[in-house]
């Protein structure tokens, strides 16, 4: 099994190094790093390069959502998270994730960044977005594509965070 991780980014290069050292310092199996940022943010895009990780450019008009469902639509791996460029991944985040991956198909992590709130970290396996969609209206969705990015709560994600939180990632901006 191979995880894609998403990183949508937007200017913030300083963050780069770091999230993606956290992935390579915590995680145990097989993955590929995906950014995706504004073609002009140049000082971001070295900084990828540097760490040999895919990426894609938009005119930097994309919300998380959009660039999130572009990044799902280019790639195919079974199962994919939905990363940020402020997340500082732990050690066992993915042993966690895995007591769940037989039964569950979206596993949500707590970033810690709102503690009284579900976080908009989501480990998903494809199939269900392929069978189900993350949106009820929208076959093939991941997220609903008008979705301000502080504020997604989707019925099913949230249920599901409320029984089954985890807590493997912090937020460091």
């Known amino acids: 099994m191979k995880v894609a991780i998403f990183i949508p980014t937007l200017y913030r290069s300083h963050n780069i190094a770091r999230v993606t050292q956290s992935i390579i310092d915590t995680t145990n199996v097989p993955y590929e790093i995906y950014f995706m940022c504004p073609e002009d943010d140049f000082e971001t895009i070295a900084e990828i390069e540097k760490f040999g ?3 894609w450019t938009d005119t930097g008009d994309m919300r998380f959502v959009k660039r999130i469902q572009f990044m799902y639509e280019h790639t195919d791996e079974e199962w994919f998270l ?4 402020d997340i500082v991944f732990q050690h066992g985040w993915f042993d966690a994730a ?3 991956m037989e039964y569950f198909s979206v596993i949500s992590f707590h970033d810690e960044c709102n503690p009284n709130q579900p976080g908009t970290n989501f480990l998903i396996r494809r199939s269900y977005i392929e069978e ?3 949106v009820i209206d929208s076959p093939n969705t991941v997220f ?3 979705y301000f990015h502080n504020f997604l709560f989707v019925l099913v994600f949230v249920l599901f965070f409320l029984v089954y ?3 493997h990632f912090s937020t460091m901006a």
């Open 53 to 55: 990780c895919k990426y």
């Open 132 to 134: 189900s969609s993350g």
């Open 144 to 146: 609903y594509q008008n």
């Open 82 to 85: 939905t990363g940020a460029d």
């Open 98 to 100: 895995l007591e769940y």
């Open 165 to 167: 939180p985890m807590n």
